[in-house]
């Protein structure tokens, strides 16, 4: 039995296909970790969430920007924009049963045997992993229960831009998802800033990777993560990135987890979008 993670997807279905197709994926006994972003910018974002759902326990996929961009979209919460390409999923006669699989799905998980914890984008400062685990359980209760539109449309801003243990209400709920989803770049106090997407040595001098800050409680985990596709794959500083890409015709990216010696796999991709 196989673990892989995989980087953003993002619709391309076709080049999941063609990856898995070069792992010699068994879907009755390997396992699949998604680091979010299964939709939008690539043409079949239905047939991703599907074919991930299908896998049942046999893949594990955390919540990006884009997905729940599409969860607000569909709640009503934001209008569809100009480059979104998910109206096959909304379209869907199974679109209601996607939506939910994929409302159900976590902001962080950790995989204990294996020693990795997975994530869309970042974790701040602050947080070691047991403060992780217990703020992305908030937000996920509230995205699985009956009141989820609400708060899909309070969770769009970049204001409070760091973590306080007394935040409440939206604010609390909008600091936890912007980390676990938007993250790239902190000051040295951990406050973000969710501007800039270039990679290390283009930000702004008083800006760092979040992954670099010193006193980062969460460095004794070795995280995988996507969102940061001008990072690329990247091993070092406790995280291994693989968002290499694909929608912009990059590639797309997977490692394997179970074994001692750390492979990586890629199938080049086609240019869906233009950056």
């Not at 690539?42 to 326990?57: E, I, Q, Y």
């Amino acid at each position: 039995m196989a673990v892989y993670a995989i980087g953003d997807v993002q619709g391309c279905y076709d080049e999941l296909a063609a990856l898995l197709a070069q792992l010699h994926f068994d879907r009755a006994h390997d396992t699949l970790w998604f680091t979010g972003d299964l939709v939008n910018r690539g043409p079949r974002s239905a047939d991703v969430v599907r074919f991930v759902r299908d896998l049942g326990d046999n893949a594990i996929a955390v919540l990006g920007n884009h997905d729940l961009h599409l969860l607000a979209v569909a709640a009503g919460a934001c209008v569809r924009g100009a480059t979104d390409t998910f109206a096959d999923l909304l379209g869907a006669e199974d679109s209601d049963v996607l939506l939910d699989w994929l409302r159900a799905r976590p902001l962080l998980y950790h995989g204990a045997a294996l020693g990795f914890t997975l994530i869309h984008a970042g974790l701040l400062p602050q947080w070691d992993l047991a403060r992780a685990r217990a703020l992305a359980a908030e937000v996920e209760a509230q995205l699985r229960g009956p009141a989820y539109s609400e708060l899909l449309h309070h969770m769009y801003g970049d204001a409070p831009d760091s973590w306080d243990e007394s935040l409440n209400g939206w604010n609390r709920v909008r600091v936890i998802i912007n980390s676990f989803t938007r993250l790239r770049y902190c000051d040295r106090d951990g406050r973000m800033d969710l501007r800039p997407v270039g990679a290390p040595g283009s930000q702004p001098r008083h800006l760092i990777p979040w992954f670099q800050i010193p006193q980062r409680r969460s460095r004794n985990l070795t995280v995988i993560l996507g969102h940061w596709s001008t990072l690329g794959v990247w091993q070092r500083d406790g995280v291994i990135a693989l968002d290499t890409g694909c929608l912009w015709g990059g590639a797309l990216t997977a490692v394997r987890l179970d074994s001692a010696q750390r492979q990586f796999f890629r199938v080049r991709c086609g240019q869906h979008q233009t950056p």
